[in-house]
């Protein structure tokens, strides 16, 4: 079992729509999340960065944390073409090696 | 403000030559390194992290090696590619603080190995 998880997409909606990007963990030591957003041939973006569970808003977008399912998401809404790219969840302890364990990403494609 | 660089933006290699990757932080001290290496379609894997000048600490065992000759420079070198050292070579750095660390990336080399 990976110890991150992702469904890989393609992820088509229409502009307007809500989005659900979701991730699966193994690991029960992950304290804080990480939400990258990668644009084709790009280096990924810190998007949203949130501690334990719980909900944290930054404008369009909302992560989810729910530790007791292992289970992340972020949600968008009003969706644009703009949003079209990547979206990769990293996860980390906060403790030890302090790489990020990223999963391979959900491609993201809001169409106009 | 923070920026971190890489260079070159793209490279084309044939088998068996050498390999320079370059990457440096502006605006920040003492940061944490990190080489990640992503294949297309996959998501990334960490090559080699530096907590300090010449502290190296590889995760993968390959032919690249990384250096880290100043506090803001970061390098990525092979002495003979292969066909799988293919791919998209990220470099990111990290505060490194007590309450967990979040990573910021750099523009991504793109390496052809032929």
């Known amino acids: 079992q990976k110890e991150v998880e992702q469904d890989p997409g393609p992820l088509s909606v229409p502009e307007g729509a809500i989005v659900s990007l979701n991730c699966t963990y193994s690991n029960s030591a992950f304290q804080y999340f990480m939400w990258y957003r990668q644009y084709s041939r790009k280096g990924p973006e810190l998007l949203m960065y949130?501690?334990?569970?719980g909900n944290k808003e930054d404008g369009r977008f909302t992560a989810q944390v729910d530790k007791s399912s292992k289970y992340i998401s972020l949600f968008i809404r009003d969706s644009q073409p703009s949003d079209s790219a990547t979206y990769l969840c990293a996860p980390h302890t906060g403790t030890g090696r302090r790489a990020l364990t990223f999963g391979s990403g959900t491609r993201l494609q809001v169409q106009p | 403000s923070q920026t971190i660089h890489q260079w070159p933006a793209t490279l084309v290699q044939p088998v068996g030559s050498p390999l320079s990757l370059e990457c440096t932080v502006e605006?920040?001290?003492?940061?944490?390194l990190y080489w990640y290496r992503q294949a297309a379609g996959r998501g990334l894997q960490l090559l080699f992290y530096s907590v300090g000048i010449g502290q190296i600490s590889s995760e993968v065992p390959q032919n690249l090696s990384a250096s880290r000759p100043q506090d803001r420079q970061f390098i990525l070198s092979s002495k003979k590619l292969l066909l799988s050292d293919s791919g998209f070579y990220l470099c990111?750095?990290?505060?490194?603080?007590?309450?967990?660390?979040?990573?910021?990336f750099g523009p991504g080399t793109r390496l052809l190995v032929l």
């Open positions: 990111a750095w990290g505060s490194g603080t007590s309450r967990g660390e979040t990573q910021y």
């Open positions: 605006g920040t001290s003492n940061p944490n």
């Open positions: 949130t501690y334990s569970s």
